[in-house]
């Protein structure tokens, strides 16, 4: 007897039961894969569905160490790690793109043949990370055997430089980046020959595969040589036009560079008037080659009050407001009006800076202030006036001199005396950090000195000095961490202690000094235990500053400090020490700071910690 096909079978069947029939065969056989947990795409599905993150490692293998650490920089897997996918198959997608990534990274460094093949395994049963491995096939690396330049249209007195001369080594790897570094080179050297016009056209590279070559070919377009003309000035209203023309880097007729355009626009710039400054020429080439000059403004509101407030266990609450005018007759002149006030110093002064004095570059300083000062160490009234010239020698150097007088009444320990001192104040600044409020990188110095003759009695002459420097360093980007260090060192020589106004004598402790420590109590000390101050001081602090999100960070610190009797600090073993935590809160125009510093070793009469909030970082 013959047996019916499976064909033959279903024909007799109702089309629904067949229907139901492979419905639950696939239900049964869903329900089984499901349990026994054998189809890998159902695995990953169920993990991109709880979401759980996968922690991984990399491993690129294949090549020497030089190019490995290279492919490692450009690797979004190794730049991602701490950025956990939250699933293995988005892990292996990750790996498939970065695969992709680094092939071209490969023909980047000259192996137009390399080949990467990525491989990644799932997390151990015991917890172990995935392991992400890139295996690498480079090939063999391509030589550069030519570089020709082509100069596109008429270019007259123009000659294009040799390859050497744009740093490219024939015969050697075709790196791409070398190219594209010769091309940025070639135009940044015509502009500099004063072809202002000078573009990139198409750049095109012949590949041949079985020799290992690649040719190149860079395209140029000069232009013709252009020679600076005349200045049109827009958006400068109510600015003296002399002020602007001497900020004008070129005379007219003299042939054009870029360094003559920057510096022309950081001039301008550093008036403070403005807050854009365009410098621009011509759409097209002028047929005489005297190309006219157009300089676009857009100017910052001459106005601006500003203020602060701040808390000090010492000084109480603080406030400080000044309302500044940046063009007050005219020509760029800035006056400043401002005062401070806490419990230990009331201060008001004005402040006139006019600019080009002599040259540019220097800049008329006149300024005077009234203070009331109140402290453990004395009670002052004084009035002081200034006159001088401030110099800026570059971007990073300035320093001024001058002359003034301080008339003040001075109230200590010894009692109540009047003084007069006529002196010549001296200031040198270097400051190559990278911002004022919150730096991250550089080095700041400044040092400060004065003779000083008391006119009411002739026989008091002292000269004082204090050097202030601090540096910053980066040690990771993220999350960022800066390490900070600062230094102060001053002395006072020409007259004892006791002769030296209590005003002009130097004080540790405080805020701005030893944190932890009572104001001006890191000094000498009298037989009450109130600070009398000395003619020398030492200052140390360092802070580590962790910065936990963009806007929150924590910072550790310790300080250490001292005033000496004699003119010279005596023995490091004598500072005084605190050492805190603080908490920085980043705005725009700065950080918060709040810090809580204790003594290292206190004393009986030293507080048991210190509290100080103010904007900006300790120093």
Known sequence: MNCPTTSERLAGVAPYRIFIACALVLLLVGGCTGRRGTDPLDEAAAEVRTGEPVPYTVTIAGTDEALREYLQTVSESVAGEADQPPSFLALRRRARADSER??????????????????????????????????????????????????????????????????????????????????????????????????????????????????????????????????????TEGIDRKLLERRVDWKEGEAYTPELVIDTRRALVSTGLFRLVDVNLPETPPADGLAPVTIVTEQRKHRTISGGIRYESDAGPGADVAWEHRNIFGGGEQFRVR??????????????????????????????????????????????????????????????????????????????????????????????????????????????????????????????????????FKVTESPRVVLAFRGALGSIVGADRDAIPANRRFYAGGGGSVRGIKFQFASPLDDDNEPIGGRSLLELSSEVRYSVTETIGVVGFIDAGRAFEPSFPESISELEAGAGLGLRYFTPVGPVRFDVAVPIDPRPFDDRFQIYLSLGQAF
Request: proline letters at 6%; charged letters at 25%.
């Open 339 to 472: 005062a401070d006030v806490d419990r230990l110093e009331q201060t008001g002064e004005v402040r006139l800076r006019q600019p080009d004095i002599i040259g540019l570059d220097t800049a008329l300083l006149s300024e005077a202030a009234l203070t009331r000062e109140d402290t453990d160490a004395f009670e002052s009234k004084s009035a002081t006036a200034s006159i001088g010239l401030e110099k800026r020698f570059n971007e990073r150097l300035d320093g001024s001199l001058g002359v003034g007088f301080d008339y003040s009444e001075v109230t200590d320990n010894e009692g109540t005396e009047t003084f007069g001192l006529f002196f010549l104040p001296a200031t040198l600044r270097y400051d190559n950090t990278d911002n004022p409020l919150d730096a991250t990188r550089g080095v700041r110095a400044r040092v400060r000195g004065a003779p000083f003759w008391d006119i009411l009695n002739r026989d008091l002459t002292f000269q004082r000095v204090r050097l202030d420097g601090s540096t910053y």
């Open 102 to 235: 680094l092939v071209e990274a490969l023909g980047g460094e000259g192996y137009y043949d390399g080949e990467v093949e990525p491989n990644v395994t799932a997390p151990s049963t015991e917890g172990g990370p995935a392991e992400v491995t890139f295996t690498v096939d480079p090939g063999e690396r391509y030589t550069l055997t030519s570089l020709t330049i082509d100069v596109v249209g008429d270019a007259p007195g123009y000659t294009a430089p040799t390859p050497a001369e744009l740093g490219v080594e024939i015969g050697g790897p075709a790196i791409a980046q070398r190219v594209l570094d010769a091309e940025a080179k070639l135009i940044s050297d015509a502009l500099a020959a004063s072809y202002a016009y000078a573009t990139a056209d198409d750049r095109s590279a012949i590949i041949d595969r079985e020799a290992k070559t690649l040719e190149v070919t860079l395209q140029v377009r000069p232009g013709p040589p252009v020679r600076l003309g005349a200045v049109t000035f827009e958006g």
